[in-house]
């Protein structure tokens, strides 16, 4: 398993911080960066605000951690052809593989919205 976790992520959380005007600054902030592996699952595409979107689900899977929920998100950015591109990963359910506390599975959305 650890030989397959190639890919480096980073855990984000969001969070809700007062702007000067007496409003809210909603962004997502670094929790962790961390080894993982990433498998497309499927495909569709579907409407959203009047617009076809594609939708990838993915398994990710990466070592055991208590903090991670449904509301946070990975990010992987990566160079291809020599441009850097980056790639988010909605997390919409969390798996502990084999109830053991070694791995979790992640089962992730890209191409939403967070």
């Known amino acids: 398993m650890i030989g397959a976790m190639r890919r480096r992520v980073t855990l984000q959380r969001y969070s809700r911080t007062s702007d000067d005007a007496g409003g809210a600054a909603l962004e997502f902030y670094d929790i962790a960066k961390l080894w993982a592996a990433i498998e497309p699952q499927s495909a569709k595409e579907n409407d959203f605000a009047d617009q076809q979107r594609e939708v990838v689900t993915h398994k990710v899977t990466l070592r055991y951690r208590e ?23 909605a997390i919409k359910g969390i798996r502990n593989v084999g109830n053991k506390f070694a791995y979790l599975e992640l089962d992730c959305e890209e191409g939403v919205p967070t």
């Open 67 to 89: 903090d991670i929920t449904n509301a946070d998100r990975l990010k992987e950015v990566y160079t291809r052809n020599n441009s850097k591109a980056t790639r988010i990963f």
